[in-house]
């Protein structure tokens, strides 16, 4: 299947994503007001544009070494994120909420420039091959007894490796002020989603276990580049599958209702949240 078609299934096919479950199970009041109701959102918080701008430039490193087989300069990489922040947060006609460690668009932007150049000096591609970048896939979604629903689970993966074993690796790219504990990665739906797309679209045999990766940049005084290695198997895919039912469910049950936690900081609905 060519990119295109695959952007095209992921755009037109009947789905849920891994964010769209994330978030019914952060909190399924803000599903409701995201997806369902679609409500404009009433302000942003920073991590959105910046998590956003950071991307786009890891994504520019990938896909220029994908192509070209040439690793871009680190200030290239810094040009793009910062061209990237500006212009998401001038066409952003709703308040953003900056943070203590960050209070106005130009610290942001110093604090992205040294992530991207801790995560410069911190990756090797050494032994590994770039098999895509922002790679879009789809896969029917199953039912625990594995009867085919109508829907399909769609997810774009960061990067896809390829050690120099064979072996797949799904890297996911995160910036956070917190060291990852390895249970959380252990943990972690959003990787299970990712080897469920990636065994339903054959890029490893179906009952295979599949490498995982989080890439974390450290939100530091002196920023750090941390990588946490994980494994999804089969076992883990199912129970993806079956948490995705049970959250589809809810949905079709109008199950919605508020969840307190540390997202509520930034939580581009609160006002809709409080006059519930």
Known sequence: MTRAQALAD?????HVSHSQIFTYLSCS???RFQYVEQMPAERVGIALPFGSAIH???????????????????ETLQEVFEGGLNADLEKRNIPVIFKKEAPDRQSVIEMGKGLLKAFY???DLTGFEVVDVELPLTARLYTEDGQPTDLMVTGILDVVLK????????????????????????DDLQLSAYAYLLASNR?????AD???RFDVMRKLKTPKFEQLYTVRTARHRRRFAKI????????????????????????????????W
């Open 210 to 212: 599949v490498r995982c």
């Open 29 to 31: 009041l803000k599903y």
């Open 121 to 123: 000096e911190g990756i």
């Open 203 to 207: 890029y490893v045999l179906p009952t």
């Open 56 to 74: 786009t430039a890891i994504e520019r490193y990938y896909r220029t070494i994908k192509d070209k087989g040439v690793v871009e300069p680190l």
């Open 10 to 14: 992921f755009q037109t096919a009947l």
């Open 163 to 186: 050690d120099a074993t064979g072996n797949i690796v799904a890297v996911d790219n995160k910036t956070a002020k917190q060291p990852y504990a390895q249970e959380t990665v252990d």
């Open 244 to 275: 995705a039912n049970a959250v589809l469910a809810g949905i079709d049950a109008r199950v919605f209702v508020p969840t307190r936690s540390w997202l509520c900081v930034d939580c581009q609905w609160a006002k809709a949240c409080e006059a």
